[in-house]
């Protein structure tokens, strides 16, 4: 389910979806672009009824949108639901063409009009600040700012997959060289700091407790 349907009763939709898989059409479902209430709803309407339930959630996730951790990933480690990452270089963003002296560059996927996040979702000084910290890491790893910005990712909690976009045959070979290897816990440290956001509440405010939220990521 690419997005949440919220003129249909989700009954309707899980119970056509247990169909399909109990009819061996389909082996697994998942969704995508959900909020937290959408897929705990869904999966309390699996649980009630015995039906198939969601075992993945498609969503957005970078180093430069940290969102997915506040309310998405403790409840995917709670009800083991894995994630699938859209835009992990956000639109190219991470993939170390855009700097400070370029912020536009002529072949970025941003300046010809492909982008799925809006300017207005981040900061391009944020994103800059990512990027000097991606750099030394290269240097550190001899591996590329992107193969470093998807490494980081593959290391967080919940996620199961990453959703890979190349413009050139080049770009899709250097992004498959981001797995057999791990950043360090220091460098993941680094990029966690550099990367890190004030969430919005209630998150910030929970983010007090530490001793109670366990599985809280920020």
Not at 74 to 79: A, W
Not at 167 to 176: G, S, V
Not at 186 to 198: F, G, I, N
């Amino acid at each position: 389910m690419h997005g949440f349907d919220a003129n249909t009763p989700v009954e309707e939709i899980l119970r056509a979806l247990d169909d399909l898989v109990s009819s061996g059409k389909v082996c697994y479902i998942a969704c995508s672009n959900f909020s937290g209430w959408h897929l705990m709803k869904s999966l309390s309407v699996s649980e009630r009824y015995g039906w198939s339930r969601y075992i993945a959630h498609q969503v957005y996730y970078s180093l430069l949108n940290r969102d997915y951790e506040w309310e998405l990933m403790p409840l995917g480690i709670d009800q083991q639901v894995g994630a699938i990452i859209w835009s992990p270089l956000s639109a190219g963003r991470l993939g170390g063409k855009y700097r400070r002296e370029n912020p536009n560059p002529a072949d970025g996927r941003v300046t010809r009009g492909g982008s799925p996040i809006p300017d207005e979702a981040l900061s391009y000084d944020r994103l800059f600040n990512i990027i000097d910290v991606l750099d030394e890491i290269s240097q550190e790893t001899g591996k590329t700012v992107a193969q470093c910005a998807l490494n980081w990712l593959l290391q967080r909690p919940t996620v199961s997959s990453l959703i890979i976009g190349a413009h050139t045959e080049e770009q899709l070979k250097q992004n498959l060289e981001a797995v057999g290897w791990n950043l360090t816990p220091e460098q993941v440290k680094r990029l966690d700091e550099v990367s890190k956001t004030t969430p919005i509440y209630p998150y910030w405010h929970q983010a007090q407790f530490p001793e109670l939220n366990s599985q809280l990521c920020f």
